[in-house]
């Protein structure tokens, strides 16, 4: 059963370039073996921390999106603990919110359909009472 | 015409008001529609004949669409966020209940990964 997951890390700042890509390679790699999917891989920067994380004020935010099981992550987790460089990390199940999110769309749209008048015309009476008050 | 939607609207802003008068943090924004005298709106303030306006609070996530509320969207969440860090209650933003439950998610989620502080201000 494959769930789609964000995993967010952060690693220190004084970690070059080549070392994040390798670590994230290694990474892919793992996620790959077990049967699971990488979609994206975002480097969001260097950014400062809200508070002190193991003495660091700056950390670099690595966002990756994936498919796979909850055993992958188990693993993922694991090795994000263990690497020396990582000093926070967090995963956050996204695909049930994403139906949620399909979801409100398709009502959305059909409600659209039906109705495609009344609802613009209530909202500009609403803008003249507005105006007029 | 147009006129009679107004008390409809203005009776409900009446309950959902708290008596936290103008301490309204980053609700409603640019959205004031001026009322003089409405059953919600301006208010005569006992003897000393002071008038103040309580501004209708509404809630951020439904004015703008949003349906997905993200823990990455660091400034949309700081904006809930009290100086010293605590989630700001819902009577004083005017978020609604089901928004109000995934903002406090994310913020936690945000906590989580040093993009809001747990106490304090950011460093």
Redesign the interface.
């Known amino acids: 059963m494959n769930r789609t997951y964000e995993l967010?890390f952060?690693v220190r700042p004084d970690m070059t370039e080549e070392d994040q890509d390798k670590l994230i390679s290694t990474l892919e790699s793992v996620v790959t073996s077990s049967g699971g999917q990488m979609k994206s891989v975002e480097k969001m920067g260097k950014r400062?921390?809200?508070?002190?994380?193991r003495r660091f004020?700056d950390?670099v935010?690595i966002?990756l999106t994936l498919e796979g099981s909850g055993g992958l992550i188990h693993e993922l987790e694991r090795r994000l603990r263990v690497s020396e460089p990582v000093i926070?990390?967090?995963t956050?199940r996204i695909d049930e919110?994403q139906k949620?999110?399909e979801k409100?769309k398709k009502i959305k749209e059909a409600r659209k359909k039906a109705s495609p008048a009344p609802a613009p015309a209530a909202e500009a009476?609403?803008e003249?009472?507005?105006v007029?008050? | 015409m147009a006129d009679e939607t107004r008390p409809v609207t203005s009776a409900s802003e009446h309950t959902s008001g708290g008596p936290s008068g103008d301490r309204d943090r980053s609700g409603g924004g640019d959205r004031r529609p001026p009322r003089p005298g409405g059953p919600g709106g301006g208010r005569e303030g006992g003897p000393g004949g002071r008038k103040y306006f309580r501004r209708k609070k509404v809630c951020k996530f439904c004015v703008e669409k949003i349906d997905f509320i993200d823990y990455k969207d660091y400034r949309t969440l700081g904006q809930f966020v009290a100086e010293s860090g605590k989630i700001v209650p819902r009577r004083l933003t005017g978020v609604c209940t089901p928004h109000q439950r995934r903002l406090s998610l994310a913020i936690k989620q945000a906590r989580n990964i040093a993009l809001l502080p747990f106490a304090g201000r950011a460093l």
């Open positions: 967010m952060i400062r921390l809200a508070y002190l994380v004020h950390g935010y966002l926070k990390f967090l956050v919110e949620r999110l409100i009476g609403g003249t009472a507005a007029t008050a």
